[in-house]
């Protein structure tokens, strides 16, 4: 082989664009998943919106650690997604700061845990509000701003491996988070090509955060462990991580789910 050609076989460009400087916003951001991300997008010179339903005090503390920890600024921006005016003020927000929005994700959502048998109408009905319409209707408002600017930004949306695998007295939570998974590849489909706006969805397992802690602490899951299933219960990092894959800017992924569960669904 000619020394050229060797040249030119070898010539790989691993440097990517970087998340500095970029406006992202984070609904639910005050969250166990949620703060994860937006610390580590932060860590990574992010300007983070943090977007959060009612706990003042969480959000603040979290402002507050980000300051700290990461000498970056955090926008905080309240109210509940239900409500068409917070998502308009949500992505206002964000797309008012630095050269506008470029990344949207969403950790919103309500564990639902009345079972099936017992669920009412007004469950299924608030469930889909909070697990599917919302997160839907704030992406389309995100993607229409970046349109708007001619960003080739990123959504994430917050799916749960009970969307991808079947398990128990799970239909009130699973069911809207599967048409999540479903309307994220088509709206991917949708505003890829020209515009190149990347959709996709993560998929958290059990993890060390929100109501799942208090699940693991009590041993509901120790089995996970003691079969083999999981080699270990999930942390809010592991979360953040893949989030943070799909926000780099130079990322060829678009249109697909990826869970984070351990191997869970594989193998349970």
Known sequence: ?????KENFFNFDFND?????????????????GSASAALLAKDGARVVAGYRGNV?????LKQH???????DVHLVKGDLADPEVRRRYVECADAIGEGI????????????????????SDLQDSMEANYIAPILLAREAAAAMKRR????SIVLISTMQAVGVFESSVNYAGPKVALIHAGRIIARELGGPEGIRVNVVAPGVNR???ALASIESGKYDFYLEEGIIPRFGRPEDVAKVVRLLMEPDNYITGEVITVDGGLTLRR
Not at 18 to 29: E, K, M, Y
Not at 66 to 72: D, S
Not at 150 to 153: L, P
């Open 102 to 121: 470029y990344g949207l994700i969403c950790f919103t959502g309500d564990p639902a845990r009345v079972k099936f048998a017992e669920a009412e109408d």
């Open 150 to 153: 001619q960003i080739s930004g």
């Open 57 to 61: 005090e969480r959000a603040e503390a």
């Open 209 to 211: 955060a929100g109501m």
């Open 66 to 72: 980000i300051q700290t920890h990461y000498a970056a």
């Open 1 to 5: 082989m000619k020394e050229s050609v």
């Open 17 to 33: 664009q970087g998340i500095q400087g970029r406006t992202v916003l984070i609904a639910g951001a005050t969250g166990g998943l």
